[in-house]
């Protein structure tokens, strides 16, 4: 494909449940990210992965998220155990992963969002 | 830590006029990069333009230019002849020149809304 690609673009959960959201990178794209945007506010950075390796998981706001990349291409990213305030749109990005260009441009996908009864 | 704000929730602009989208952050890094990111209603978040911090040169990308202050700690984005496929939100975003610790995502400020009046 030629962009970034999530799925489903839209899930509700009711609250103790368990959800994996899914997201296909650009093809050859090594680094890959995670945020996660609330209502009203600027997506916060959760994860990023080089190739199939999570090097940083600092954002992650608590131990019902994981996320995993074990191919290194496709991403999911799972909350177990929904709750309301988990409700917001989950944005995936791609970028070649050039480590010496930390500027290089990072492209997102169209998100997923999620609602949490 | 690292912290974006962008001071205006929303603005608006007649079309062919020129606006300015303020940005601010608080760093005690020396060496960093700024971007102006475009969320358009389709949600899917555009690269704008962006800026290294060791350049005292703005960054001008066609109608798009950046006023970096570094000193001031300011990143303001001025869009020249506005179109009406310039609404969107406009989010100003920070990254370190590091790695690890958090250092790798991007800190975004809470964005501006863009209305572009015909």
């Known amino acids: 494909g030629a962009g970034v690609s999530q799925s489903p673009r839209y899930k509700v959960a009711k609250r103790g449940q368990d959800v994996a959201l899914r997201c296909d990178p650009i093809?050859?794209?090594?680094?890959l990210f995670w945020y996660q945007q609330a209502l009203g506010q600027g997506p916060e950075f959760l994860t990023y992965?080089?190739?199939?390796?999570?090097?940083?998981k600092s954002g992650l706001p608590s131990d019902r998220f994981f996320a995993e990349r074990p191919e290194g291409s496709v991403s999911t990213l799972k909350i177990q155990r929904t709750q309301q305030e988990d409700s917001a749109v989950y944005l995936c990005?791609?970028?070649?992963?050039?480590?010496?260009?930390?500027?290089?441009?990072?492209?997102f996908g169209p998100g997923t969002r999620l609602l949490v009864l | 830590a690292q912290t974006v704000t962008q001071s205006q929730p929303e603005m608006s602009v007649q079309e062919a006029e020129t606006v300015t989208l303020s940005c601010t952050y608080d760093?005690?890094?020396?060496?960093?990069?700024l971007f102006w990111y475009k969320q358009p209603p389709s949600r899917q978040m555009i690269l704008v333009i962006r800026?290294?911090?060791?350049?005292?040169q703005n960054a001008t990308e066609n109608r798009f230019s950046v006023n970096f202050q570094k000193a001031a700690k300011s990143f303001s984005l001025k869009i020249s002849d506005s179109q009406l496929g310039d609404a969107a939100m406009y989010f100003c975003?920070?990254?370190?020149?590091?790695?690890?610790?958090?250092?790798?995502?991007?800190?975004f400020g809470k964005g501006t809304h863009l209305i572009i009046q015909p």
């Open positions: 975003a920070y990254r370190s020149a590091g790695s690890g610790g958090g250092a790798d995502g991007l800190t």
């Open positions: 990005a791609s970028s070649l992963g050039i480590r010496d260009r930390v500027w290089e441009t990072q492209y």
């Open positions: 760093t005690s890094e020396s060496d960093y990069y």
């Open positions: 800026q290294e911090a060791y350049k005292q």
């Open positions: 992965f080089q190739n199939e390796a999570q090097l940083d």
């Open positions: 093809s050859g794209h090594v680094s």
